[in-house]
């Protein structure tokens, strides 16, 4: 019988809100409550030297469930099944992390936030804890194989992967299944790497007793060259979306990007990167510009607010703390996004039709006090949208934390973090109506260790937005048929002050109250509201 060895572990959490929207709101529900327990619990099995089980079952309570039983289960949130054919090849199948280049198969991070306080990032890391966003992964059901090889006597080492995930579960009358599939192969020979990554979206028309067949493809290449302290790379690709079965419907779109840059470390602390790329307007590229957050969807807490029934949008403030409005598949469209988070780049570096340098630069490890990085961005469109005459766009992250505890030369934790991410378009076409966006986070917390183990956190997020875009309006071959005028002028803001207690160095129990208020001038519509959070974490 094959030697077997289990462990345990998990995450358990306890969560409290309790909300209240101002008084001089008469008409809609004036306070919200909502509570729960949960433990994940883990088993990590190793069958013998070649199967390995990895499950996650949860035991999940809402506070006040003892009225209501239907709210609480118990549920799988993850079986995988993994292991090795031999010392070359290992494969992976059921709920599996996938992730390629940032053209390919790439989740790239929500908005709202620059070098975010503690008091605001516990919450964040629990949104994306629930939604399983790790890192720029996305979490799929599906298969995959992976492994590398060492030529023998030789610095030269081939690695590969191969996976497939079914993306959705056909109706049997309209949806059809769909699927992904896609391959990587590096091939690594001294300081020269080179990489080939290969993904197809496509469906399955005969899952609905149907000819037309919809596929896109994306096929990238990388190649990168390791000179001392500087690295030189350029990446380069093509996608091609079709449909076919139909002659009244068929199409074929193909689009291309090239990316080069170089990355010098100038000493231990100081790091200087420096890139440009060009990314056509008809780059379609599902896994790597499907965006983490459901924009069209309507926020649970106080959707509708005021005595006028404004219903609101996703503000910055459920962003960290509403998980419904995280997305978990892999779209076949471009996604909406909300301009008042910026335009520049909605969907990440894929976003189609840009064109620009960006350069980063950081300074600071775990022994200096000030540690800073800077990252501009000077973007425009490759192809004009409505008009001959490009726009143009400005995108700026910049965070500071500064370790005052060295500063002062205290043996208790005292850290101030500050964060800006500032995005701007503009054009001005003297034949149509000019273009003049800009918005700009703006992020800064300071943590204060009082006692041992005792730290006071404290917290303020704002949004600013103001002036006018176009929206483009796209067809299902995502080309674009028409725009949309988007204008704003809103102020959102979050003022937060909590305690946290570090149980140990994997349980935390942390209690705050925040005020989040939102002025939108344009619509002429003023409203707040007030939250009181109490949440543990463990993990074992």
């Given amino acids: 019988m094959a ?42 099995g190793k069958l013998g030297k070649k ?21 609480s289960y118990i549920d799988i949130r993850q079986i995988q099944l993994k292991g090795r054919f031999n010392r070359h090849f290992k494969y992976e199948i059921g709920d599996l992390d996938f992730k390629m280049s940032k053209y390919t198969l790439w989740n790239e991070y929500e908005e709202g936030f620059s070098n975010e306080s ?37 610095n030269v080492v081939l690695r590969y992967k191969g996976l497939f995930s079914r993306l959705g579960v056909s109706d049997g009358v309209i949806n059809p299944n769909e699927f992904m599939a896609g391959a990587t192969a590096g091939l690594k020979m001294n300081d020269f790497d080179i990489e080939l990554n290969g993904i197809n979206f496509y469906n399955s028309p005969a899952s609905i007793r149907s000819d037309i067949k919809t596929q896109n493809s994306v096929i990238t290449s990388r190649l990168s060259y390791k000179m001392g302290d500087l690295n030189v ?21 193909g689009g291309e990007f090239i990316e080069f840059g170089a990355e010098y470390k100038l000493s231990d602390k100081f790091q200087l990167n420096g890139a440009f790329r060009s990314v056509s307007d008809d780059f379609f590229s599902p896994g790597a510009q499907t965006k983490r957050i459901r924009y069209g969807q309507s926020p649970m807490l106080f959707g509708s607010v005021t005595n006028d029934q ?65 990252k501009p961005e000077f973007l425009r469109d490759v192809t004009g949208e409505g008009t001959d005459l490009q726009r143009t766009y400005l995108q700026t992250n910049a965070q500071v934390n500064v370790e005052l505890s060295k500063l002062l030369n205290w043996n208790k934790e005292f850290d101030l973090d500050l964060g ?14 000019p273009v003049n966006l800009s918005s700009m986070i703006l992020d800064a917390g300071l943590t204060l260790e009082v006692i041992k183990d005792y730290k006071l956190l ?21 080309s674009i048929v028409s725009f949309d005028q988007y204008q704003t002028d809103i102020q959102e803001s979050i003022f937060g ?40 974490n463990l993990k074992f």
Avoid: H
Avoid at 52 to 66: D, G, K, L, M, P
């Fill in 3 to 44: 030697q077997s060895d289990f462990k345990v572990g998990g995450v358990g959490r306890g969560n409290m809100m309790i909300a209240s929207l101002e008084q001089k709101d008469t008409i809609n529900p004036d306070a919200g409550y909502s509570g729960y327990t949960l433990l994940d619990l883990g088993i990590d």
């Fill in 51 to 71: 199967v390995e089980i990895n499950t996650i079952v949860r035991i999940y309570s809402e506070i006040n469930a003892f009225f209501d039983e239907s709210n």
């Fill in 118 to 154: 503690r008091i605001f990032s516990s919450f964040r890391d629990v949104a994306r804890y629930e939604n399983f966003n790790t890192d720029n992964v996305w979490r799929q059901q599906g298969a995959k194989v992976y492994g590398r090889y060492r030529f023998d006597s030789s």
């Fill in 233 to 253: 790379y350029t990446e380069g690709g093509l996608s091609n979306l079709s449909q076919q079965g139909d002659t009244t419907s068929d199409f074929q779109i």
């Fill in 310 to 374: 404004y219903l609101r949008d996703i503000s910055v403030f459920d962003l960290l703390y509403d998980y419904s409005i995280y997305n978990k598949s892999i779209d076949r469209s471009l996604d909406v996004f909300n301009p008042k988070f910026g335009t520049a780049t909605p969907y990440g570096t894929a976003t189609p039709n840009r064109q620009g340098i960006s350069i980063e630069a950081s300074y600071g490890d775990t022994s200096t006090v000030v540690n800073v990085s800077l």
């Fill in 420 to 433: 800006t991410f500032y995005t701007s378009s503009n054009r001005n076409d003297p034949n149509v109506s």
């Fill in 458 to 478: 404290v917290g303020y997020k704002s949004l600013t937005a103001n002036g006018t875009d176009y929206l483009p309006i796209r067809d299902m071959t995502n």
């Fill in 497 to 536: 002050m909590g305690l946290r207690y570090d149980i140990n160095s994997n349980v935390f129990l942390q209690c705050q109250y925040q005020m989040a208020d939102v002025n939108d001038q344009l619509n002429n519509v003023e409203f707040g509201f007030n939250q009181f959070n109490v949440l543990f």
